[in-house]
Every structure is written in C-alpha cells, then in structure tokens.
Nanobody
Framework: QVQLVESGGGLVQPGGSLRLSCAAS????????MAWYRQAPGKQRELVAV???????NYRDSVKGRFTISRDDAKKMVYLQMNSLKPEDTAVYYC???????????????WGQGTQVTVSS
C-alpha cells in the first residue's frame, strides 16, 4: 500500500511564506509526476504545480513567480515553497503522485489527506 502524508500548513500573514512537504511511503518502485493541488471552500480542486520525473515543472498562472515545486527522489518527497502569499491562496493543499508499485504495473494516482493553508492578517 502507498501513502502520501503532507505537512507544513498553517496560518500566515499576507506576504509571508510557507513550505509544504509531502512524503511518500509504502511499496514504491518508482514515482512519476508529483503535484500539488488546492481546494478552497465552495470551489473545485485545482492544480497548483506539477513536477515530472525529470524535473520539468509547470505552474498555474496565479502562482507563477511566487511558488516553487521541487522533489527529492531519494527521500520520496515533494515540496512546495510558497512566497508572497495572498489571502486568495487560502485552501486545503493536497499532494498527488503517480506511483508504480512494481516494474510490471502501470502507475496509479495517490492523494494525501491535505493540509490547511490560511493567509490572513
């Protein structure tokens, strides 16, 4: 079984920074793309940033220049550095990863339980 566990959320003032972490554990042969999504109250879950297995990244327009996604494959971790936070960044942030449990199986998508980020003065 595979688990993703996020950490690092919290309350921060506008203009502040937070760093989210996500640790993958369990039966893991390889990890393909890893991503961060977020869901604000009353809104649909949206993709924030994604990083491929080779390190290529992509961001939604509203976070470009402020957020940075990175990964450490040796530790099976993905991170989201969030700077210049705005009240509209307030949401539950979810980690997502495409993980293969063996060389003979296609990757499956897994989700973490989410971590709350609140940007408020």
């Amino acid at each position: 079984q595979v688990q993703l566990v996020e950490s690092g959320g919290g309350l921060v003032q506008p203009g502040g920074s937070l760093r989210l972490s996500c640790a993958a554990s369990g039966t893991i042969f390889s990890i393909n793309a890893m991503a961060w999504y977020r869901q604000a109250p009353g809104k649909q879950r949206e993709l924030v940033a994604v990083i491929g297995s080779e390190g290529a990244t992509n961001y939604r327009d509203s976070v470009k220049g402020r957020f940075t996604i990175s990964r450490d494959d040796a530790k099976k971790m993905v991170y989201l550095q969030m700077n210049s936070l705005k009240p509209e960044d307030t949401a539950v942030y979810y980690c997502n990863a495409a993980i293969r449990s063996s060389n003979f199986r296609a990757p499956n998508g897994y989700w973490g339980q989410g971590t709350q980020v609140t940007v408020s003065s």
